[in-house]
């Protein structure tokens, strides 16, 4: 029987894996590996793994001598040696094309939420105050406000859209997308540091990677303005927290929402909000992430991954294979199906 080991999950049963995979003869074991310790040991005889939170590194992959595919249970692979998965003929596969539309929606929403005083109000209110003066920072008009979104992929450029109906100006900054797309999309391709002097509300939706860790730094919130507020709905890491909490502190910029902290608290197998002093903050505001959260996107991301590892067991190549350009395409695979980049 083929073994296929689900490293970690925070989902309440395991139905839409095994409806996928168990039709192949494949058993699917769920594991509590969140840190990927010990994972080369609880399954060493996997087929293929599907990976959520644990950090799946050379050391790991080497020691899973038949897995033929590590799959990743969402878009970004930064906690996956995929180098090293190639290297022992291990596929690599992610999902994609999901959660768009959820993501784009939280930032808004965040975004609103901030720059509308909404949370501030409330606390007023329920402690006895009710006065329109009890604002964090001046309250600007959307129309004509100025929103600076840092990444523009597929999820900036569906949350630039959304941004537009309410009127907003939408500059962004992203170096591997043209001035000339932008503009189609009436948006101003704009330079990082002028986007982040001009715009009432920064709004960080850039992949991790090692050019977007600590994006927002000291120097960069020093550029923002003191009414201006901070959205992340990336990786905690692309935000340095100890700067953020400098400048929330100070009031150098009015209020941040992020979506994960920098210390990623699913990643940990215990956390507590006090290893992180932007929680004792009035003006800042997280979310246990779950941009990417709505009933429909969880099925479908499971769905996705789960049929792409039976694809690979199959010997066939998946839907949505991650070959990144350092991969020969003349690797050899223990799937056994052939690579190309189309």
Known sequence: ????????????????????????????????????????EQAADAD???QQYAKIGRATIAQ????????????????????????????????????????????????????????????KVRSGSYRWQDWNAPIPRLRGATFGIIGYGRIGQNLARKLQAFGIKVVAFDPFVSEAWMRQQGVKKSVLDDLLSESNCVIVTAPYTKETHHIIDTQALSLMREDASLVCVSRGKCVDNKAL??????????????????????????????????????????TPHTAYISTEALEECRRTAAENVRSVLLGQRPWDLYLPAGVPVTTQLRAGFQLSRT
Not at 11 to 27: F, H, K, M, N
Not at 95 to 117: I, K, T
Not at 251 to 259: F, G, M, P, T, Y
């Open 1 to 40: 029987m083929l073994k296929v080991y689900i490293s970690d999950y925070d989902y309440p049963d395991l139905t839409i894996e095994r409806s996928v995979l168990e039709p192949i003869g494949a058993e699917v074991i769920g594991l509590c590996c969140k840190t990927g310790d010990r994972l080369a």
């Open 48 to 50: 293929a793994i599907l």
């Open 245 to 286: 909490y400098e400048a929330l502190m100070s009031r150098s910029i009015a209020a941040a929402a992020v979506d994960d902290p920098e210390e990623e608290p699913m990643k940990m197998e215990s956390w507590s909000p006090t290893i992180n002093p932007l929680f004792t903050l009035d003006n800042f505001f997280c």
């Open 64 to 123: 899973l001598k038949s897995c033929k595919v590590v799959a990743r249970y969402g878009i970004g692979v930064d906690i996956l040696d995929v180098q090293a998965c190639y290297e022992h003929g291990i596929a690599v596969t992610n999902v994609p094309e999901y959660c768009f539309d959820e993501v784009a929606d939280h930032a808004v929403s965040l975004a609103l939420m901030l720059l509308r005083s909404i949370p501030f109000y409330d606390r």
